[in-house]
């Protein structure tokens, strides 16, 4: 079956400006993960969803990141007022509910703020 | 808090050389879940294993094996006749029954040259 799937691949944009990346999960996967990678690093986690609520948002950086799961699917993580230091791969992770914990990932957004 | 070390940033091998990949994680939960997860040069994270705490048995799969000890609070990745196909950066993750994030480690580039 299909992955889990990420757009933009790539985005740039410049300092200032509000950016939306977006997360369609594995089909029937309840839970859904946001996790930010800088270079040379490992991933760090952002937010947690299990259906359509923030049930971890505590990775979250600061208030200009924010992330919605309006209908328990697709999510959109939203930064507004990019910086520099925002640049980065940004990861979204799906898992089935249960037992299993297991997370798999889509193949990032990568994010170049100029 | 949980953490979790890789202490080789990177290793280089000639094809067909055995290698082990280092994890050691730190954790008070007494119920947790450990993962590898390999990221090519596409970028996007693959799931390799999972862990049960309480489950030490170790695991092979084809070339690949795994060796998890409670009491040293490891659980290192062993590659047999090393491929050039396996040169990617190696993730060593956890979580606990109480969270649900991954903490990964920095990861381990491997390089695998003919």
């Known amino acids: 079956g299909a992955g889990v799937s990420q757009t933009p691949s790539n985005k740039v944009t410049e300092k200032g400006k509000y950016v939306e990346l977006r997360c369609d999960p594995i089909s029937g996967h309840t839970a859904l993960y946001w996790y930010r990678q800088s270079l040379g690093q490992g991933p760090e986690f952002l937010i947690y969803f299990q259906g359509t609520g923030a049930a971890d948002d505590s990775g979250l950086p600061n208030d200009r990141f924010f992330a919605v799961r309006p209908e328990g699917s697709v999510s959109t993580l939203k930064i507004q007022r990019t910086e520099r230091g925002d640049s980065a791969v940004y990861l979204c992770?799906?898992?089935?509910?249960?037992?299993?914990?297991?997370?798999?990932f889509g193949p990032g957004t990568r994010l170049l703020v100029l | 808090a949980q953490k979790v070390t890789q202490a080789q940033t990177e290793i280089s091998v000639v094809e067909k050389e055995d290698v082990t990949l280092d994890c050691v994680y730190e954790?008070?939960?007494?119920?947790?879940?450990l993962f590898w997860y390999k990221q090519p040069p596409s970028g996007e994270l693959v799931f390799l294993i999972r862990r049960n705490s309480f489950d030490e048995q170790n695991e092979i799969s084809g070339r690949y094996s795994w060796n998890f000890q409670k009491s040293t609070s490891s659980f290192n990745f062993t590659i047999t006749a090393s491929q050039v196909v396996d040169s990617a950066v190696y993730f060593c993750a956890l979580t606990t029954f109480s969270g649900y994030a991954l903490n990964f480690g920095k990861g381990t580039s491997l390089l695998v040259t003919p």
């Open positions: 992770a799906s898992r089935k509910d249960g037992g299993a914990r297991t997370q798999y």
């Open positions: 954790t008070r939960d007494t119920t947790y879940y």
